[in-house]
C-alpha cells in the first residue's frame, strides 16, 4: 500500500516562511508527477505546484515568484518552500502522486495525503 505523508504546517506571520515536506512509503517502482494542492475553507481544493518526474514544474499564478517546489526521486519525496506569505494562503496543503507503479507493476493513479494546515496570521 502506497501512502504519502506531510510534515511541516504550522502558524505562521505574514511575510513569514514555512517548508512542507512531503514522503511517499510503501514499494514504490516509480512516481510520475508529484504535487502540492491546497484547500481553504468554503474553497474548492486548488492546485498550488507540481513537478514532473524530470523536474519541469508549474505553479498557480498566485504563488509564482514565491513558492518554491522541489523533488528528491531516490526517496520519492518532494517540498514546497513558500515564502513571503500572505493571509490568503490559508489553507489545508495536500500533497498528490500521480501515477505511482509499485514493485508488482501495480498502478495508482492518484494518491493524496491527509493534509496539513498553514495558517498565516498575526
Known amino acids: 500500500q502506497v501512502q504519502l505523508v506531510e510534515s511541516g504546517g504550522g502558524l505562521v506571520q505574514p511575510g513569514g516562511s514555512l517548508r512542507l515536506s512531503c514522503a511517499a512509503s510503501g514499494s514504490i517502482f516509480s512516481i510520475n508527477a508529484m504535487g502540492w494542492y491546497r484547500q481553504a475553507p468554503g474553497k474548492e481544493r486548488e492546485l498550488v505546484a507540481d513537478?514532473?518526474?524530470?523536474?519541469?514544474?508549474n505553479y498557480a499564478d498566485s504563488v509564482k515568484g514565491r513558492f518554491t517546489i522541489s523533488r528528491d526521486n531516490a526517496k520519492n519525496a518532494v517540498s514546497l518552500q513558500m515564502n513571503s506569505l500572505k493571509p490568503e494562503d490559508t489553507a489545508v496543503y495536500y500533497c498528490?502522486?500521480?501515477?505511482?507503479?509499485?514493485?508488482?507493476?501495480?498502478?495508482?493513479?492518484?494518491?493524496w495525503g491527509q493534509g496539513t494546515l498553514v495558517t498565516v496570521s498575526s
Open positions: 513537478i514532473s518526474s524530470g523536474g519541469s514544474t
Open positions: 498528490k502522486g500521480t501515477n505511482i507503479v509499485d514493485v508488482s507493476h501495480y498502478r495508482y493513479l492518484a494518491v
